[in-house]
């Protein structure tokens, strides 16, 4: 019996080339992480292969990731030749850096992205911080204030996507560039 691919698999390989070839090639990103998980409690696929702009220091550089993901469902639907149904993928992304004022540089983030993607779906941002050299406390209260957040940002994509739209991975890999060039601008 020959072994016929999974859409999960087949994006993640189409994924996986382009952007190794954007790294390796064009030099125009740096690939910083990679995983492929097998999740057996809930028998699910989750890959993701996160990067940043060259020429900047890993510490402190705006990095984006790209997220696929399956579920045992989709995956039984498409191994099992379940008729009716349409095996696809879910699609993240994932920008991370850290902002000093949030106020100011989350709203701006937030602009960003919507110009860049053209949706109306808000990004989710999550702010952190860490306890200890990058706070100062606040003078006559029990407080503290960090010296900066880290912000994480998540754009879900509204719809799945499967190898109909293998074409457009092109399209969003240069997008997800210019937003993490936008971002660079406004991110530590």
């Not at 709203?107 to 702010?127: F, S, T």
Request: proline share 5%.
């Amino acid at each position: 019996m020959l072994y016929d691919p999974v859409v999960f698999e087949n994006l993640k390989v189409a994924l996986e080339n382009q952007l190794y070839d954007l790294d390796n090639l064009d030099q125009r990103i740096v690939i910083t992480s990679r995983t492929d998980i097998l999740d057996m409690a809930v028998m699910s696929r989750r890959w993701s292969l996160g990067f940043m702009l060259p020429d900047r220091e890993q510490s402190c550089a705006v990095k984006a990731e790209i997220i696929l993901s399956t579920s045992i469902e989709e995956l039984s639907d498409e191994l099992l030749e379940r008729s009716g149904t349409n095996p696809a993928c879910s699609l993240l992304l994932k920008f991370t850096g850290s902002v000093e004022q949030p106020t100011v540089d989350c709203p701006q983030i937030e602009r960003v992205i919507e110009e860049a993607w053209n949706r109306d779906l808000i990004p989710v941002q999550r702010l952190t911080a860490t306890f200890g050299d990058h706070a100062y406390p606040i003078e006559g209260a029990e407080l503290w204030v960090p010296r900066y957040y880290e912000n994480e940002i998540l754009l879900p994509f509204n719809r799945r996507i499967n190898e109909d739209q293998m074409e457009d991975l092109e399209s969003l890999i240069e997008h997800t560039i210019r937003t993490l060039e936008a971002l660079d601008k406004i991110m530590l």
